[in-house]
């Protein structure tokens, strides 16, 4: 069915390509014809006045309309651990919350409800874009779950598919069919959702099974690779180099690294040359410790993500502010230490908004997300101009990164599609209300699972990651006077 919703005097970011910049416009109007942004219109150019007899109107007085945020990774199949791991370390996380922790505990309802609740929970603050590393994919029938919800969602969701040793009978062979089965899920062709590939293991498996997954990737034309990289101490190097050694960056595939927390200058300038992008997780490599230090100097080619979700904030605007802020007291901390105070601020505001929309696009070499312009997808997001906190305004992407919330989001459209309206999630695609169904099936799924977890005893975090970095005493700080 053909839609057309006119949103009417509001203040538009959009977004100038040749200029490669933000154009507000304010006060004007944004047309949205199907799954697309059809017009812009302002003062000099008004609305046509032939425009569908149905059109639905909406006012957007006082508003802000943001293109659609993009998080370039996540897990989302974890949302039942949500505020039970927050004191959590990388080693701890490994031993007890990750993929092969979690294997045999998690059912095919659990994966679902999760995944679904924790794409919910994108919807509702804006995230329209979400790169899901889904190390879930255990067997076929909680691989088909994650998937099965990533479509129901609603949400963009390039859901890649992991493959992985895993201690069962499901084999690499049997993963291969599982992964082709679902590629060619006939609900793809109409869902915002495509099909990807995760892959971590580039320097722990045989050359052999690196080529095969390196050859379904390219010869099924899949939107997206992904993986993870840290090096250094936490010795997991799936950077440039490594992927460059298999084949892979040079492929017409679009290759998305997240963390790289140590990158050599060969890393780097691999990185441009192949135009891949690291995905920088502000928060997350600040909770877990596994760092970002150097990730400013290769911010061309970084976007922003999440990660886990349940540990963290889950909003794109909290990551895009930690992370400006996080940069600025670094690159201050340079002048600091040589005993000069910086002149100016050297990182802006709307470069960081940049990272969480645009940069998110082009890491998926979609330049038609995270962006507002005719011909661009309408991934929209609506944020409410006369809250208590964003009142009297100026600077819209200002507003947004260093003012807003969550509650400021009234609307979020996927697709040209409503999925938030008034500040109300809407039904799933397949007709599951959120206070209705999906509420109480997360809350039964999530309760059993953490109780399950309350039972089990914290991992010993002794003697040597994976056997080799040696771990470290570090100080653990009080802030009641004793």
């Given at each position: 069915m053909s839609s057309s919703i006119l949103f009417e005097d509001a203040t538009i970011i959009t977004f100038d390509t040749a200029l490669k910049g933000f154009k507000i416009v304010s006060p004007g109007s944004l047309w949205v014809k199907d799954d697309r942004i059809a017009g812009i219109y302002d003062e000099s150019t008004p609305v046509p006045a032939d425009l569908p007899a149905d059109t639905e109107k909406v006012s957007a007085k006082d508003k802000i309309i943001s293109p659609g945020f993009v998080d370039t990774h996540r897990h989302g199949w974890q949302t039942a651990y949500r505020s039970i791991a927050g004191n959590t370390t990388l080693p701890e996380y490994f031993f007890r919350y990750g993929q092969f922790a979690a294997m045999g505990s998690f059912s095919e309802e659990d994966v679902y409800i999760g995944q679904l609740a924790g794409l919910y929970e994108c919807l509702n603050a804006g995230v329209t874009t979400t790169l899901d590393h889904a190390h879930h994919t255990w067997g076929e029938a909680t691989s088909k779950a994650g998937l099965d919800a990533s479509i129901d969602s609603g949400v963009r969701v390039f859901w890649c598919y992991t493959f992985h040793t895993l201690p069962n009978d499901f084999s690499h062979e049997r993963q291969l069919a599982c992964a082709d089965s679902l590629r060619s899920d006939a609900r793809l062709a109409t869902s915002p959702t495509e099909f990807g590939v995760s892959f971590d293991g580039w320097e722990t498996s045989p050359a052999e099974l690196v080529k095969t997954v390196v050859d379904f990737t390219v010869g099924n034309n899949v939107p997206v690779m992904t993986t993870h990289s840290l090096g250094?101490?936490?010795?997991?190097?799936?950077?440039?180099?490594?992927?460059?050694?298999?084949?892979?960056?040079?492929?017409?595939?679009p290759v998305v690294i997240s963390h790289a927390s140590f990158t050599s200058p060969e890393d780097v300038a691999l990185l441009r040359k192949s135009n891949q992008y690291v995905s920088i997780t502000p928060e997350s490599e600040m909770h877990y410790g596994h760092d970002n230090e150097h990730s400013h100097e290769i911010m061309d080619q970084c976007a922003l993500g999440v990660d886990t979700h349940f540990t963290f904030s889950t909003d794109m605007v909290t990551q895009a502010r930690i992370w400006l802020q996080a940069t600025r007291r670094a690159l201050y901390r340079t002048k600091l230490a040589n005993n000069t105070i910086g002149a100016s601020n050297p990182f802006d505001v709307d470069q960081a908004f940049y990272l969480a929309t645009v940069a998110g696009g082009l890491a998926l070499r979609r330049d038609d997300l995270g962006v507002i312009r005719v011909g661009a997808k309408a991934d929209l997001v609506v944020f409410d101009g006369d809250s208590p906190n964003m009142l009297g305004f100026v600077d819209p992407i200002a507003a947004i990164l260093l003012h807003s919330n969550v509650g400021d989001v009234r609307h979020v459209l996927v697709d040209g599609k409503w999925r938030k309206k008034d500040g109300q999630l809407l039904r799933s695609v397949n007709g599951d209300g959120w206070k209705e169904s999906i509420q109480p099936r997360f809350l039964a799924s999530a309760r059993e699972i953490q109780k399950k977890w309350a039972g089990r005893p914290l991992p010993k975090i002794e003697g040597k990651l994976f056997e080799v970095a040696d771990y470290a005493h570090i100080d653990k700080l009080n802030v009641k006077r004793l």
């Open positions: 250094g101490p936490w010795v997991i190097d799936n950077g440039p180099v490594v992927l460059d050694k298999h084949g892979m960056l040079q492929t017409p595939v």
